[in-house]
């Protein structure tokens, strides 16, 4: 038996209906929209909430690339991949700089992303001050006074306990001096990437049914102290043991038959760009080691 | 004191009930026998028309029978609970020229991160246990506004040093302590930003005798080297004795005698706290 899906799998309705909470959402940068998640042909966790917004936006002439833990080629990305293009049949890519919708979990490309491109961030907790108040109407009434003493308890825990801010992904941000945002488990290593990006930026949560957003040109700020500021994670003097770059969210990986420890390009398609460009002898990477 | 003095805190007509009220109520409110229960409706009238002044410096005193909305009063003074009707006015909050309860839950929250302290008889209410100790105390400083890791952190072992908690517990969570050392972490938190008004709500009950007393002695000293204004819920008259300049007396929602504590206690007039004093005396 043949089913015949719907363009992007939802009817028109569920689209509309998405699509309003992200108009909402991008409205109010930061804000938790509520919306009604939807049943997905893939398990709770798994990327729903940023599945979901992309097949809301995708339109025919859209260009696809779904990143998963920096890699186009693992499971959960190709099978959202698969999804998307049989029920519309639009074109994929993995160079970030040629797609119009990237939808990303744990990454955003190092490549700068431009203008006219929406970047789709997958969720697991929306919330900044879960783990400091437990209670969604109790949250809810903290972003609405803005009171977010909260997240800035749960940064002092980690310096008193650690003796550094030790968030390995998740940083809370404050966005557009308004509301404190999770930025979706991206590592500090891109929080700054969401200040003043070009693309617009939604996220999206399918368990917890919320979206929010960060447009174009909005202000986003790592939350920090007076005497402890917001660092990146550093990677000085590593490089990319296959295309040796530098500055760039590397992977720790071990050699088995050495056991010597390398790095390698989290950013699996930006890393086969460079090596592609450079046997094509265009020589712009000359940093190579 | 001078006449002419400003009160820190000025509470009038301040009620709190508990249910929508009917028309029977009203003769209740007015019966001699001042019952704080109505039979027709079942609601019920934790605070009726209590009005008082606490001064800068002094400490003010509340006691009363289980069930007399002493503890109700300091929620409402707190904001936990919001007031059915009355006003409050605190010196230090806008010149005291604006009506406290009337103001928005923004504005709320920022008096009570600013200008106020409770330390509640429970310490699961006060703290947040899973948190460390120093952690707590911080909690209060950020919410008043402070970013500087270094100093919330010297603050933080200066309060829980003053209130002997060992230096090497202090990254300790409340929640592996004793109920004495979580109810002194909670007054070193609720000291925290020098607030000019603490709400004490039966800091001392479930303590054993020498933990009671190193409390009491810990508050009645910061409280003479800080200056600061009290108000003191308890029903244990030892408690108000040693600490209160004046006292209150309240019995079904209302204040049935307020003076100065060794009058209350040495001269009282009304009959409950006659029973009251000569139940413990």
Redo the contacts between chains.
Sequence with gaps: MRIEYNFAFFDEGSKREIRRATLKAVAIPGYQVPFASREMPIARGWGTGGLQLTLSLVGKKDILKVIDQGSDESVNAVNIKKLITKTTGIKVTDEASEATIIQSRHRIPEIPLQSGQILVLQVPLPEPLRY?EPSELETK?LHA???Y??A??ML??Q???YGTMSTGADHPAMVHDRYVMAPSPIPRFDNPKLNHSKALILLGAGREKKVYAVPPYTRVESLA????SFEVESFKNKYCGICGAKGVFLDEMLDDLTGETFYQCNDTSYCLQRLNQESAGRGIYNDRV | MTEFEQPVLSVSNLNKQFGKGCPSCKDLNEDSLKKNYCPVCGTVYACHDITFEVYAGEILGVVGESGSGKSTLMQCLYFDQEVSSGEAYISSYKDGKTDVFAES??QK?YIRNHIMGKVYQNPLLGL?IN??S??NI??KL??AGN????K??ARGKELLEHVNIPIYRI?EAPKNFSGGMQQRVQIAKALSNNPPLLLLDEVTTGLDLSVQASVLDLIKTIQRELQITVVIVSHDLGVIRMLADRTMVMLDGRIIEQGLTDQILEDPQHGYTQHLVQSLL
């Design positions: 400091y009434k006074e803005q009171e003493s909260g800035w308890l002092f825990e310096i008193m306990n102290f007076e005497d402890f | 839950s923004q929250r947040r948190f460390t120093i952690g911080a909690e950020i919410a970013r500087h890791v270094g919330m952190e990254k």
